[in-house]
């Protein structure tokens, strides 16, 4: 689907997208998928979706 590739800035593929809410998250290249799960999972990925949380919602709040 060419909107989501727009929407989730592919460029490359293979790029394996994991979504949270508002946030997501990419990685692309010649990688595994268990390389691509166990870095979803790490606490790295999840410190970086809620950074980018606290950005939106940031952003947000001084639009209004």
Do not use: M
Request: glycine share 2%; aromatic share 12%.
């Amino acid at each position: 689907d060419p909107t989501l590739f727009k929407e989730y800035k592919v460029k490359v593929v293979p790029t394996f997208v994991q979504k949270h809410k508002n946030a997501y998250q990419r990685i692309a290249g010649n990688v595994s998928l268990a390389y691509v799960l166990e870095k979803f999972k790490s606490e790295e990925f999840e410190e970086r979706v809620k950074a980018s949380r606290i950005k939106e919602q940031k952003f947000q709040e001084d639009a209004e």
